[in-house]
T-cell receptor, first 112, second 118 residues
Framework: QKEVEQNSGPLSVPEGAIASLNCTYS??????FFWYRQYSGKSPELIMS????GDKEDGRFTAQLNKASQYVSLLIRDSQPSDSATYLC????????????FGQGTRLTINP | GAVVSQHPSRVICKSGTSVKIECRSL??????MFWYRQFPKQSLMLMAT?????????EQGVEKDKFLINHASLTLSTLTVTSAHPEDSSFYIC??????????????FGPGTRLTVL
């Protein structure tokens, strides 16, 4: 089992709709979770961080965390073509060597 | 805030030469920086964790004598790829941790360096 799993996609969503990205993780002791957006040929950009159960909203983005289910998601409302990118889920592993563990990323395409 | 720069953005070199990549945190101090490598259509692979004033911690399978890391100040870490070979061609990205300690580990990435070894 991978430490952080994401559906690699591609995920196609019509413009204006809600894009839903999912991520599961294996380390039950994980405490902090991040979503990064990566455009092709560019480095990742942090768009959301979440540390406690529930929802966290920032503009059109909402991160959702359920530690009991070891599940974290990202919702993008009113999707725009500029949201087309690969979205990386990252989980902070604090047992042993402290580092972020990344999922393989979900490629999202917003269709005009 | 939380801006990380990286230099150079692109480098092409001959096989056998060494290449140094600089990573700077511009508006905050970073006691911990990280170096990643990313091959096309793959996710990020952590190479090493760089702590200011101490030796870097390398991930399993990463040769510390080939990838030299120096974190001499709170705003600068360098990665030197020694005796580069074509298989070292990749996208190298650094990140810096913005405070918060180990629990939060919020990392901000530099723009990356694309290395091509001929």
């Amino acid at each position: 089992q991978k430490e952080v799993e994401q559906n690699s996609g591609p995920l196609s969503v019509p413009e204006g709709a809600i894009a839903s990205l999912n991520c599961t993780y294996s380390d039950r002791g994980s405490q902090s979770f991040f979503w990064y957006r990566q455009y092709s040929g560019k480095s990742p950009e942090l768009i959301m961080s979440i540390y406690s159960n529930g929802d966290k909203e920032d503009g059109r983005f909402t991160a959702q965390l359920n530690k009991a289910s070891q599940y974290v998601s990202l919702l993008i409302r009113d999707s725009q073509p500029s949201d087309s990118a690969t979205y990386l889920c990252a989980v902070n592993k604090i047992q042993g060597a402290q580092k972020l563990v990344f999922g393989q990323g979900t490629r999202l395409t917003i269709n005009p | 805030g939380a801006v990380v720069s990286q230099h150079p953005s692109r480098v092409i070199c001959k096989s056998g030469t060494s290449v140094k990549i600089e990573c700077r945190s511009l508006d905050f101090q970073a006691t911990t920086m990280f170096w990643y490598r990313q091959f096309p259509k793959q996710s990020l692979m952590l190479m090493a964790t760089s702590n200011e004033g101490s030796k870097a911690t390398y991930e399993q399978g990463v040769e510390k004598d080939k990838f030299l890391i120096n974190h001499a100040s709170l705003t600068l870490s360098t990665l030197t790829v020694t005796s580069a070979h074509p298989e070292d061609s990749s996208f190298y990205i650094c990140s810096a941790r913005l405070g918060g300690g180990a629990v939060y580990n919020e990392q901000f990435f530099g723009p990356g360096t694309r290395l091509t070894v001929l």
